[in-house]
T-cell receptor
């Protein structure tokens, strides 16, 4: 079974702090994704990566950056956290083919105060 | 660009009753279609997927979904709901020309009353 592990289940940070959310997958997947989940809005794609050191913006990249130095690890960075970034963050990975399903981590609930 | 609509934000059914969750997509050709379930505090788990072929697909936990091209729909069904099915359900759409990105609907929260 594919395992996608997000390092923190809950995080509380202060406005202006730099925040790192870490995600590791164990299936040698090329593609990794960061989504943000808010009630009534479903999942919105922040960034994704299709290879080491490669990244593409999703639908809501503003205020975020990402890093993928190793194939198994994909980090989401909030350069200066703001209260409107309080949300559930979901990491996912998928294989090479277009019709491969996404495999999700359990999520990180981030609160910015 | 493709889009997904889940018209029902909340649905409440009695335990043992049948269930249908609606999903409509916007895309010109045949997309890839997925249903995911999210239990409280968890990530999303794949229930089933459709790529081509038989339009009725079977998934885990007794769920099935039917692809209807004429209606641009991919509704999820279960003949008899169990209390453990209470969760949030997401429909998602992908297509080759959009690469590896999926677009998700806003989700439907299922409540099961005993």
């Amino acid at each position: 079974d594919v395992k996608v592990t997000q390092s923190s289940r809950y995080l509380v940070k202060r406005t202006g702090e730099k925040v790192f959310l870490e995600c590791v997958q164990d299936m040698d997947h090329e593609n990794m994704f960061w989504y943000r989940q808010d009630p009534g809005l479903g999942l919105r794609l922040i960034y994704f990566s299709y290879d080491v050191k490669m990244k593409e913006k999703g639908d809501i990249p503003e205020g975020y950056s990402v890093s993928r130095e190793k194939k198994e690890r994909f980090s989401l960075i909030l350069e200066s956290a703001s209260t409107n970034q309080t949300s559930m963050y979901l990491c996912a990975s998928k294989g090479r083919t277009y019709n491969s399903p996404l495999h999700f981590g359990n999520g990180t609930r981030l609160t910015v105060t | 660009a493709q889009s997904v609509t889940q018209p029902d934000i909340h649905i409440t059914v009695s335990e043992g009753a049948s269930l249908e969750l609606r999903c409509n997509y916007s895309y010109g050709a045949t997309p890839y279609l997925f249903w995911y379930v999210q239990s409280p505090g968890q990530g999303l788990q794949l229930l089933l997927k459709y790529f081509s072929g038989d339009t009725l697909v079977q998934g885990i936990k007794g769920f099935e979904a039917e692809f209807k091209r004429s209606q641009s729909s991919f509704n999820l069904r279960k003949p008899s709901v169990h209390w453990s099915d209470a969760a949030e359900y997401f429909c998602a759409v992908g297509a080759p020309e959009y690469g590896n990105k999926l677009v998700f609907g806003a989700g439907t929260i299922l409540r099961v009353k005993s």
